[in-house]
């Protein structure tokens, strides 16, 4: 074996933005590309706002999403007016945040939160066929749910009909994170008031059984949802 030293492997440099379009510009530094990363925002949260024009307005909804592969999926009622708008044409921006703690700093101008943050840009395509549009919503409820969809009735064709389901490709989308303690200047250090970060996590509660449940299975698991769980511990005050 040589004795000559090895260098050290290269890291590769981080991913740039799909588009000018997509690239975060404000705190450019918070941004992120990895598909990774933007994929696990993505099945973490658990809602969305689906951002298009009616009638010359911007409109903005919320409606749950999920994600199969590098495509972003959601669904709603057969006479919904946004649905109908999405497949009238043109794109459509869909949104995802998960606020993770506030960052309480010495001033009220550095206050802050942390958070998660994905936006996907895209022209929606419908899913048409029945057993493709089956297909989209056990995955969509296997990702929540797993194991739950062998369980239930089969959706009929009337059902299938009264529900619509449309999807992007995640070729244009970005994510922006804001993490760590707060940003407070030198100066700043010594006013004695509390600074740190207040946690907030999303969490599943005993479930509820519903009156005229005559069954012996247990309520399933919810599954990306957890409490958190952790003694006080000190942030860092700047990344």
């Not at 959601?74 to 794109?91: K, P, Y």
């Not at 048409?128 to 990702?143: C, M, N, R, Y």
Request: charged share 25%.
């Amino acid at each position: 074996m040589s004795s000559a030293r090895r260098k050290p492997a290269k890291r590769a440099a981080p991913k740039g933005p799909p588009s000018s379009f997509t690239r975060v510009r404000r705190l450019a530094k918070r941004g992120v590309y990895e598909s990774k990363a933007i994929y696990a925002i993505l099945d973490k949260a658990t809602h969305c706002h689906v951002a298009h024009i009616i009638d010359g307005r911007p409109v903005a909804i919320p409606t749950l999403h999920w994600r199969h592969g590098d495509h972003l999926y959601w669904h709603g009622n057969a006479a919904s007016r946004m649905l109908g708008t999405n497949a009238a044409g043109g794109e459509v921006c869909v949104t995802v945040t998960i606020i993770e703690g506030f960052v309480l700093a010495r001033s009220g101008f550095n206050h802050s939160i942390n958070y998660r943050s994905v936006m996907c840009f895209g022209a929606p395509a419908e899913v048409t066929d029945p057993k493709q549009k089956s297909v989209a919503l056990e995955h969509f409820l296997e990702h929540w749910l797993p194991g739950r969809w062998a369980t239930l009735r089969p959706p009929t064709r009337k059902e299938l009909a009264a529900t619509r389901v449309f999807s992007i490709p995640l070729s244009e989308a970005s994510a922006k994170i804001r993490e760590g303690g707060p940003h407070d200047p030198p100066a700043d250090a010594r006013w004695p008031t509390w600074a740190g970060v207040i946690p907030l996590v999303t969490r599943a509660e005993e479930p509820i059984i519903a009156e005229d449940y005559t069954g012996r299975h247990r309520a399933p698991r919810l599954s990306h949802v957890r409490a958190l769980k952790a003694p006080t511990r000190t942030v860092a005050t700047r990344r």
